[in-house]
């Protein structure tokens, strides 16, 4: 069983920046392709950005050349660097991890708060 912690998150203004760590358990983790998603009250759970065991990274709209996404094999450890942080990205994000089999496991959750 894959366990997933997600740390890093809490209160930041507008255009300041935070990273986002997700821990996991399992050691095949070099296997799993990650990913971080967020849902904001009242909204769906989204896609933020992912990253695949080969290093191929995708992004939202919303935050493309604002977040990067990294992974550290070493650790067991992917990250979210959020930079020029706007009030609407205000969610609780969360950290998934798929394997080959299409199997998906879920952190549970950390809020990111942006505001003055």
């Known amino acids: 069983q894959v366990q997933l912690v997600e740390s890093g998150g809490g209160l930041v203004q507008p255009g300041g920046s935070l990273r986002l760590s997700c821990a996991a358990s399992e050691f095949t983790f070099s296997s799993y392709v990650m990913s971080w998603y967020r849902q904001a009250p009242g909204k769906e759970r989204e896609l933020v950005a992912g990253?695949?065991?080969?290093?191929?990274?995708n992004y939202a709209d919303s935050v493309k050349g604002r977040f990067t996404i990294s992974r550290d094999t070493a650790k067991r450890t992917v990250y979210l660097q959020m930079n020029s942080l706007k009030p609407e990205d205000t969610a609780v994000y969360y950290c998934?991890?798929?394997?080959?089999?299409?199997?998906?496991?879920w952190g549970q959750g950390t809020q990111v708060t942006v505001s003055s």
């Open positions: 998934k991890a798929r394997n080959l089999t299409g199997l998906a496991y």
């Open positions: 990253i695949t065991r080969a290093g191929i990274r």
